[in-house]
């Protein structure tokens, strides 16, 4: 799939932001006065921004409210109303931090809207059969985990940040290694693609056209694939990191290399994310899923 | 409504015979001419006569060589069009509406004026039948023509998708799938038609017609017993002279 830097700049920056808002209005660790309140607008920055960088990759923006409508089946309409409604949740609580006051029982309503945007996101992905690398429970949970992970940097809660920052390493990892197995074990091959299996083993003779198109540009893009596993040890470490930098290092200067860490494993997963996952339309193109890594 | 209908009255759609089809690329010509000036916007082209020309079309030809266990290879020409699946992954995860499967005949539409190119259903196609234009910014797919086949302006003989219409060779049918009496139906019965990617459950409405067994080369020839000729006479007595010779 084409990683497009919108799509990567959204998912991560919304990502942190939402999970950063779910830490504050959980109310573990809710600054208040002013100095809260400024937390909070860090916290909205990013999820807002993150949303407004999602619209850049729309063919017609301008009706991007019509979004808003099919919330019955579809999960990016889920996401629209959802991203709302804990922005709109989360705001009483920001203003009751100016006041001092703690967030209570709708902070905790607040907290999980904000933690159900980054499911509704992670499962726009998860959804989707035709790129088996997605279709697996680890999507969501590595998302969730990501907006944990980053938010509890932010906050800062260097405890549980490192606890979940080598948690979600692991769990990274452990999704590179089954993804490279999901394409292969979905069974979709050129012959079940074709029907053309029942007479013998069938191989692309002539494409249908000699320049690109919307498929080969959107979902049959090859990109960087030679640097995947410097790429995958980059991201796995730099999330990773902070599970050692911030035990060890002083407050401020260990949550700022630890975020640097954090977001550029993020950026890194993010974009193998895309880059490495394959769609089943390949196989029209004769393209063949990426071999199995020992 | 993104949510499926449950059921259609009808269930309008192709069955493409592999056997017949000679990869002309006539339908594909057809679609583009014909989906230029009907239902929605046109279909655009960037850089048509650069270097480096692209454009939207919603059926492209294909070609695939398949080895059998025996005999020899065979070419077959695949065009490869929507599906309009019972199941459609498509419409279900339009965030807008602007996808949609009607109840009436089942074909699966896209109201342009609704779409915001998200091009979160062409993701989720298996078979690639969609494709975001880049001049409109909306999403394209085949229509059926569904502005031919219910057209009471057109003579009667025009009122099907102008890939059938068009076929030099006839390997493109058209018709109601859900109709077991239906001539398509009957057809597929007849040559075990078969749907794309099953394993996906999609259910596709279109259906495949294989290739038929090619016939197999008789090595020896008929005359076979006629022709082992024993030579007389003087040509006998000089055949075996020689023979001895050797």
Redesign the interface.
């Known amino acids: 799939?084409n990683p497009a830097p919108s799509v990567i700049i959204f998912t991560v920056l919304s990502g942190l932001g939402f999970g950063f808002l779910a830490w504050l209005c959980s109310g573990i660790a809710t600054p208040d006065g002013l100095h809260g309140l400024l937390v909070f607008a860090l916290g909205y920055g990013l999820a807002v921004g993150g949303l407004v960088a999602s619209t850049f990759?729309?063919?017609?923006?301008m009706?991007?409210w019509?979004?808003?409508?099919?919330w019955?089946?579809?999960?990016?309409?889920r996401e629209?109303w959802v991203s709302v409604a804990a922005l709109l949740a989360a705001a009483p609580v920001a203003l009751g931090a100016l006041a001092g006051r703690e967030p209570g029982l709708w902070g905790l309503v607040a907290a999980a809207l904000c933690l159900g945007t980054v499911l509704c996101t992670a499962m726009?992905y998860a959804?989707?059969?035709?790129?088996p690398r997605w279709h697996h429970p680890l999507v969501p949970v590595t998302f969730v985990l990501f907006a944990l992970a980053g938010g509890a940097i932010l906050l800062p809660l260097p405890g549980v940040a490192a606890v979940l920052s080598a948690g979600l390493a692991a769990v990274l990892a452990i999704g590179f290694r089954i993804g490279d197995g999901r394409f292969a074990g979905?069974?979709?091959t050129?012959a079940?693609?074709?029907?053309?299996g029942?007479?013998?083993?069938?191989?692309?003779?002539?494409?249908?056209?000699t320049?690109?198109?919307?498929?080969t540009r959107?979902?049959i893009h090859v990109v960087g694939r030679r640097h995947a596993a410097r790429l995958r040890s980059i991201a796995v470490a730099g999330v990773a990191l902070p599970a050692l930098i911030l035990p060890l290092l002083p407050p401020v200067a260990g949550v700022a290399l630890a975020l640097c860490a954090h977001l550029a494993g993020a950026f890194a997963a993010r974009w193998l994310f895309f880059a490495e996952a394959e769609?089943?339309?390949g196989l029209?193109?004769g393209r063949r899923p990426l071999p199995e890594k020992g | 409504m993104t949510c499926l209908p449950g059921y259609t009255e009808k269930k309008l759609g192709l069955v493409i015979d592999l056997d017949t089809c000679v990869g002309c690329q006539a339908c594909v010509t057809a679609c583009k001419g014909w989906n230029d000036q009907g239902y929605g916007v046109p279909l655009s082209d960037q850089d048509a006569y650069g270097a480096d020309p692209s454009g939207t079309f919603l059926n492209r030809v294909h070609s695939y060589e398949v080895q059998p266990d025996d005999g020899a290879a065979q070419i077959i020409n695949f065009p490869r069009s929507c599906l309009h699946c019972e199941d459609a992954p498509c419409v279900t995860v339009c965030p807008t509406g602007a996808s949609y499967k009607r109840i009436e005949d089942g074909i699966v539409l896209v109201n342009e004026s609704a779409c915001i190119g998200c091009g979160l259903c062409a993701w989720a196609c298996p078979y690639g039948a969609r494709e975001l234009d880049a001049e409109a910014g909306v999403m394209k797919k085949c229509t059926l023509c569904v502005d031919r086949i219910y057209n009471d302006t057109l003579p009667e003989e025009d009122r099907e998708p102008a890939c059938v219409r068009t076929c030099p060779t006839g390997a493109r049918h058209f018709g109601d799938l859900g109709d077991p009496d239906s001539e398509v139906s009957r057809l597929v019965a007849a040559r075990d038609g078969f749907a794309l990617m099953p394993e996906l459950r999609t259910r596709p409405v279109n259906r495949y017609l294989p290739p038929r067994r090619k016939d197999a080369r008789e090595d020896a020839s008929l005359l076979a017993p006629l022709l082992d000729l024993q030579a007389q006479g003087f040509a006998g007595w000089l055949d075996r002279m020689l023979g001895k010779m050797g």
């Open positions: 799939m990759h729309l063919g017609q923006p009706r991007a019509r979004a808003f409508t099919q019955r089946s579809s999960w990016l309409s629209a726009i959804q989707l059969a035709t790129v979905a069974g979709s050129l079940t693609a074709t029907g053309l029942r007479i013998g083993a069938p191989r692309v003779f002539e494409q249908p056209h320049g690109g198109n919307y498929l959107e979902m769609h089943v339309v029209y193109y």
